[in-house]
Each structure stands twice: as structure tokens, then as C-alpha cells.
């Protein structure tokens, strides 16, 4: 079992910055990759951006030039530096990760609770 524990939500004026971190705890073999989703009122929930474990990244088009991935393999944690925030940012930000809990067995995905971020313009 794994857990995933969220931090950094907030209140911001357009243009603002946050960073958001998420650190798993648990047991597993490999944590790869990490990653953070988010949903607005009234839509899907949609990809933001993920890091694997060799500190490859992807995130959505919406958010290049502004958002930032990283992780500390070590800490097992991933972070979200958020920059040039505007009002269509403010949704529930979800941590996810997917785990081994061996070499040989299959993947096991977690989700965070889940941190606001609330952009005002």
C-alpha cells in the first residue's frame, strides 16, 4: 500500500506562483513515473505533467513555459512549480503515481487526496 501526501494549494492572484509537492510513503519496489492531474468544476479530470524515475518529463501544451516537474527520487517526492498562474489554473490538483511493489509483479496506480489552487484574477 502506498500513500500519496499533498501540500501547497492556495489562494493567488493572476500571475502568482505556488509549488506544489507530493511525497509518497508506503512500500514499493520502483516509483515511476510521478505525476499531476487536475480538475476544474464541471470538467474531466485532465494530465498536467509526470517525471520518470531517469527525470524524463511531459506535460499538457496549456501549461509549458509556466509549469515545472521535478522530483526527488531519494525523498520520493514530486513537485509542481506553478508560474504566471492565470484563472483557468484553478482546479484540484491530484498527485499520481505508479508503483512496483517488486521486480516481477505488475503496476499499482495511487492518487493524492487531492490540494486547491484557486487563482483570482
Known amino acids: 500500500q502506498v500513500q500519496l501526501v499533498e501540500s501547497g494549494g492556495g489562494l493567488v492572484r493572476t500571475g502568482g506562483s505556488l509549488r506544489l509537492s507530493c511525497a509518497a510513503s508506503?512500500?514499493?519496489?520502483?516509483?515511476?513515473?510521478m505525476g499531476w492531474y487536475r480538475q476544474a468544476p464541471g470538467k474531466q479530470r485532465e494530465f498536467v505533467a509526470d517525471?520518470?524515475?531517469?527525470?524524463?518529463?511531459n506535460s499538457a501544451m496549456s501549461v509549458k513555459g509556466r509549469f515545472t516537474i521535478s522530483r526527488d527520487n531519494h525523498k520520493n517526492t514530486v513537485y509542481l512549480q506553478m508560474n504566471s498562474l492565470k484563472p483557468e489554473d484553478t482546479a484540484v490538483y491530484y498527485c499520481?503515481?505508479?508503483?512496483?511493489?517488486?521486480?516481477?509483479?505488475?503496476?499499482?496506480?495511487?492518487w493524492g487526496q487531492g490540494t486547491q489552487v484557486t487563482v483570482s484574477s
Open positions: 499520481h503515481a505508479q508503483t512496483k511493489s517488486s521486480y516481477e509483479s505488475g503496476l499499482d496506480d495511487y
Open positions: 517525471i520518470t524515475a531517469a527525470g524524463n518529463t
Open positions: 508506503g512500500s514499493f519496489f520502483s516509483i515511476d513515473p
